[in-house]
């Protein structure tokens, strides 16, 4: 915008938004994305600078701290499944196959890898030498791709999980005995544990916050953000600040992050087509704890 040959009489006010908001429309946040086609990366231009072809589907990704990436795949082809980590040159470093479908996975602070393994209807704690030294049973013992969607270790040790086909966010300890409990008014997909005891998750209609007493303390539906389209409520992760990046898997725009007042504070510059199918978001420029 060239201010200083026009003949009109612009607000300043007004200029400072239209610079705000062309802004906003460019730039994009530095993530992983996991597609029905593998992993791919986008920098703050919206450009990906890193791609893996897997011909899977993936459902959750992660940066290591070895700067490899992790994700659960699944391939309808092969119908093989499992859990990777890569290299920046895309050479397999460590893998584990769960022959069948994982829709997600995450590295553990001593090693460890967690693995969502659906079609097992059970969670997985595999060494790093391919040894699975835990089998936690979900609630659901017929073998189903969604069984369950995401699983995360918590803080004290205990492991929570969306189980899709029940309808139920629950909290699980290490010997498999149920601690926590919460049945979903919609079919869940991710789930998160804040530090002060609360629970997020997302799925089908929205994202809702639930304390320990099981009461619904925050909540987000599609008529609450109608502008961006939402087919469904997928991988989100949550800023220091209170925030939630989301992942529309399928929506109008793929990616938005929302504040605590519900308003949409961020919206991706890329559509759907360019973005492709996903659900999975890992932010690759993040300073603060990770909560996903």
């Known amino acids: 915008m060239n201010l200083q040959n026009t003949n009109l009489c612009v607000p300043l006010g007004l200029v400072m938004a239209i610079l705000a908001s062309s802004a906003m ?25 890193w791609k893996l072809d897997t011909g899977s589907i993936s459902r959750d990704v ?46 553990l602070p001593n090693g460890n890898t967690l693995i969502g393994a659906s079609d097992q209807c059970a969670l997985l704690v595999v060494t790093p030498q391919g040894d699975v030294v835990n089998r ?3 609630k659901m013992q017929t073998p189903h791709p969604h069984s369950l969607t995401m699983a995360r270790q918590l803080s004290n040790g205990n492991f929570i999980v969306a189980e899709e086909m029940e309808k139920l966010i629950r909290e699980y300890t290490p010997d498999g005995k149920v601690v926590w409990e919460y049945a979903t008014p919609f079919t869940p997909f991710s789930v998160a544990r804040l530090d002060n005891g609360n629970t997020v998750y997302s799925g089908q209609h929205g994202i809702q916050e639930i304390s320990p007493n099981k009461e619904v ?11 961006m389209g939402v087919r469904w409520f997928a991988g989100f992760q949550i800023m220091p600040n209170g925030n939630i990046l989301i992942a529309n898997a ?21 559509s759907t087509e360019e973005a ?5 978001i890992y932010l690759t ?6 909560i996903r």
């Open 25 to 49: 429309a460019v730039d994009m946040k530095p993530m992983l994305f996991s597609t029905e086609k593998g992993i791919v990366e986008f920098d703050s231009r919206g450009e990906v600078i």
């Open 62 to 107: 992660w940066r290591l701290e070895n700067g490899n990436i992790l994700f659960p795949h699944y391939s309808k082809e092969t119908r093989q499944g499992g859990v990777r980590e890569v290299n920046r040159a895309g050479e397999t470093m460590w893998e584990f196959d769960t022959k069948g479908w994982a829709l997600s996975c995450q590295r």
């Open 136 to 138: 936690i049973k979900v």
């Open 217 to 227: 303390v925050w909540d987000l539906t599609k008529d609450d953000v109608r502008a």
């Open 250 to 270: 399928g929506g109008k725009v793929p990616f938005f992050e929302v504040n605590r007042d519900k308003d949409v504070v961020w919206e991706s510059p890329l």
């Open 276 to 280: 492709g199918l996903g659900h999975g």
């Open 285 to 290: 420029q993040f300073s603060g704890k990770v």
